[in-house]
């Protein structure tokens, strides 16, 4: 399935965070990921440690009826819609929660650029010897002056100290609109290579494929140089500006839950009424569980009462 928005962010070690989709479908399995890590948050008191297909559909019928929020035994879009959006916000804040002991040093429910900077430079700070021969050296280098211009954007009122909201938008920038100029200059500067502040069609491409030396590119990439020149260069350049890139990662019509909720009822609408029921559902249920893309091991550690 291709999605018609992209999300670009920069991760950072043991941050899981951020939906971080270069390529249209992305998206799409992490969205079965999450389905996923829900359910089995939400039945951690059976024993699933060993699950077959049949396992799968029961949990999946399980959670059909906490997303069926009328109760009239139909999943619509709408609400499968309320429903991936809201997971998504619990991921989001779930992840704030697991790192922010990491980071709050001195437990008073904040966290100040220099307990992030300590936290997480501290050492390549103190032992700047020991990383200058090494390809960490550049890494840090770079980093950190990024992560500190981030950390002043988020921090709305200036004081250097984070609130758990704005260490949220600093952990995950896509999701707050006073971070989007910093998701879109972090794409620029990852892609282009040639410094010129702008990202031409190579560049473009490179950030998705590794030409191999005399290899022909794939069908797919010949398309992705079709879709740059038709919809992402929109004053037809030959390059993506910033308000170009802006408009390619972080679209202002394009719904990503809207677009995933429909995906999913369109392939598993059996009788075409435009609505599941859990049967249909459950007929499809590798549809809405993405077992492949989820790291059991993980899931299964987590006990959340509440979704």
Same mark, same amino acid.
């Given at each position: ?25 992305c998206f799409y399995f992490t969205c079965l ?5 829900v359910v089995f948050d939400l039945f951690l ?10 396992? #799968?559909?029961? =949990?999946?019928? /399980? ?15 709408? %609400? ?33 650029? %220099? ?14 010897? %020991? ?16 992560? *500190? ?9 200036? $004081? ?13 920038? *896509? *999701?707050?609109? #006073?971070?989007? %100029?910093?998701?879109? =200059? ?24 590794? #030409? ?23 004053? !037809?350049?030959?390059?993506?500006? /910033?308000?170009?890139?802006? #408009? ?6 394009? $719904? ?18 435009? !609505? ?6 459950? *007929? ?14 993980? $899931? ?8």
């Amino acid at each position: 399935m291709a999605l018609g928005g992209r999300m670009h962010i920069t991760l950072r070690k043991d941050d899981f965070s951020s939906f971080p989709a270069r390529f249209d479908h992305c998206f799409y399995f992490t969205c079965l990921c999450i389905l996923d890590s829900v359910v089995f948050d939400l039945f951690l008191d059976q024993d699933h440690t060993s699950l077959d297909g049949q396992g #799968h559909t029961s =949990l999946v019928g /399980k959670i059909v009826d906490r997303i069926d929020s009328d109760g009239d035994s139909f999943v619509t879009t709408e %609400e499968l819609k309320t429903w991936i959006k809201r997971v998504q916000r619990r991921y989001i804040y779930d992840n704030v929660a697991k790192v922010w002991k990491d980071y709050d040093r001195d437990k008073d429910d904040k966290i100040s650029w %220099e307990e992030y900077k300590q936290a997480t430079y501290g050492y390549y700070l103190g032992n700047p010897e %020991e990383f200058q021969d090494t390809s960490d050296h550049y890494t840090f280098k770079k980093m950190l002056p990024r992560d *500190e211009r981030r950390f002043k954007a988020a921090d709305l009122d200036g $004081d250097q100290i984070a609130t758990r909201e704005e260490f949220t938008a600093f952990l995950h920038p *896509e *999701e707050f609109e #006073h971070m989007k %100029e910093i998701v879109v =200059l972090e794409t620029l500067e990852d892609i282009d290579k040639n410094g010129d502040g702008f990202l031409d069609q190579d560049e473009y491409i490179a950030d998705m494929f590794s #030409h191999e030396e005399n290899g022909p590119e794939p069908d797919w990439v010949v398309s992705e140089r079709e879709q740059f020149n038709e919809f992402r260069d929109l004053n !037809k350049d030959g390059k993506l500006d /910033k308000d170009e890139i802006r #408009h390619w990662i972080l679209p202002q019509d394009y $719904d990503h839950a809207q677009a995933e909720a429909r995906h999913l009822v369109y392939e598993s609408d059996k009788n075409k009424d435009e !609505k599941l029921t859990k049967e249909e559902i459950l *007929e499809n249920w590798n549809m809405f569980v993405g077992s492949q893309a989820t790291n059991y091991g993980e $899931d299964l550690t987590k006990n959340h009462d509440e979704l």
